[in-house]
């Protein structure tokens, strides 16, 4: 053997050898290894905000769903499904409405309130409904938009305090109402919002990509006049999927720990290629 055979043999000693002899893992990487392990699983999933957001899908068609307001529908909303998580927050959404009566360029007036409830049955189509008490309900707001065309701008609702927390994969509905007896005493006009026909097969390809998540709901309404009681008592008079309201809404979810759970799976494996490495040592 020369000199510089040699060499490289005492540089093997001294660093555990080439990749820790053929394959073997040195000490140091043992232990390097559970310590990262133990920091992982150890530490919280770091919240995150999730958006649903179809509103830039809604040019592709343009679709517009009018007739809110006194004597029209008192209520209009949009179901969706909570994001996956271990908690789940909502902390605003909006619509997107524009004024349409009175005609000429005259601009509705309407005393509205955001809600959102548990919802119950089709999210998409007929036979669904809100269901128990209200998990919020805001309190009335003057809503004038500009008037068509063109005077498009945000109904938004932003949920009070850390917003309101949801269990993820639940049913709900969030939405605006003007039938408070007050409220829709008070309100003059009819407004129109935008809506985006996902589901619709006679759009190829449809308006909104295959891979975009929006809660997997539809947009919904309810003619109950001022009857405010009958939001969560009776069946929503949607006849049927026109599609999607035109809607943003921000969640903050904390994910479910998988990330911990697939480290826990290699952890018997460098345990024991370890432990073999400590009885050759």
Not at 128 to 146: E, K, R, T
Not at 228 to 242: K, S
């Amino acid at each position: 053997m020369n000199s510089s055979s040699q060499n490289i043999l005492d540089a093997q000693k001294v660093h555990g050898g080439p990749i820790a002899a053929a394959g073997k893992p040195s000490r140091l990487l043992c232990l390097a290894g559970f310590a990262l392990v133990a920091v992982l699983a150890a530490g919280p999933a770091a919240a995150a905000t999730v958006t649903y957001d179809t509103a830039p899908y809604w040019p592709v068609v343009s679709g517009i769903f009018g007739g809110v307001g006194p004597g029209q529908s008192s209520t209009v909303a949009e179901t969706f499904i909570a994001p996956a998580g271990t908690t789940v927050t909502l902390n605003d959404f909006s619509f997107y409405a524009e004024s349409y009566y009175p005609y000429n360029g005259g601009v509705a007036s309407l005393y509205l309130r955001p809600f959102v409830f548990v919802w119950s049955g089709s999210l998409t189509g007929t036979g669904g409904g809100a269901v128990g008490n209200a998990l919020y309900l805001g309190s009335s707001f003057l809503y004038q938009p500009p008037p068509r065309p063109g005077g498009w701008v945000p109904l938004t609702a932003t949920l009070p305090g850390n917003g309101l927390t949801l269990s993820p994969g639940q049913h709900y509905v969030m939405g605006f109402t003007l039938s408070y007896p007050a409220d829709y005493a008070a309100s003059q006009g009819d407004i129109e919002f935008q809506f985006v026909p996902a589901r619709n097969p006679n759009y190829n390809p449809p308006p909104i990509p295959p891979g975009v998540d929006f809660g997997s709901g539809g947009a919904v309404w309810l003619n109950n006049g001022n009857n405010f009681a009958a939001l969560n008592t009776t069946v929503w008079d949607t006849w049927g999927d026109i599609g999607v309201l035109a809607f943003t809404a921000h969640f903050t979810v904390v994910p479910e720990p998988s990330r911990c759970a697939l480290f826990a799976l290699g952890l018997p494996a460098l345990f024991a290629a370890c432990r073999r490495k400590g009885k050759e040592a």
